[in-house]
């Protein structure tokens, strides 16, 4: 629709939304799209290669601090399993913790070295797996000495 103004200049108006309002919406998808983008990977190449954020003022935990994650526990002696005979046998876990009177526990740990331990008096604590084979398997996450 053309319009003419006082001057006798032509005007070319056009609602934009009435148009083409689908044109309209995909220039906008599109562009959100792009800069959400640029945006992301600015934010990814920045100068930060540090993957864990430390509120100031407090110790940073390692696994062996985490309470709640490792709340199982059992105590006795820490023994290297034996080797299986048959080189296709399935063993669970790599070290025992014998306990007296009670069912042992099949020890595996990625956290915590449990050679270090072996033949000595812990108390372990860490999360039940699902065993297949053993009465009670744990993943050890933190391992103290008993004197």
Known sequence: MEKIDSEGVEKITRPVLTENPTRLLMG???AALVLGGVTGYILSTKGNSSSSVSIPGTAAKTAQQDTRTFKDFAEGTVKARPQPSDAGEYVEGT??????G?????LTSSVVDLSKYEGKKVKVYGETQKALKEGW???VGKVEEIK
């Open 28 to 30: 906008v998808v599109i």
């Open 95 to 100: 070290h025992i913790l014998e306990r007296a």
């Open 102 to 106: 009670a069912v042992p526990v099949a």
């Open 137 to 139: 398997l744990m993943d």
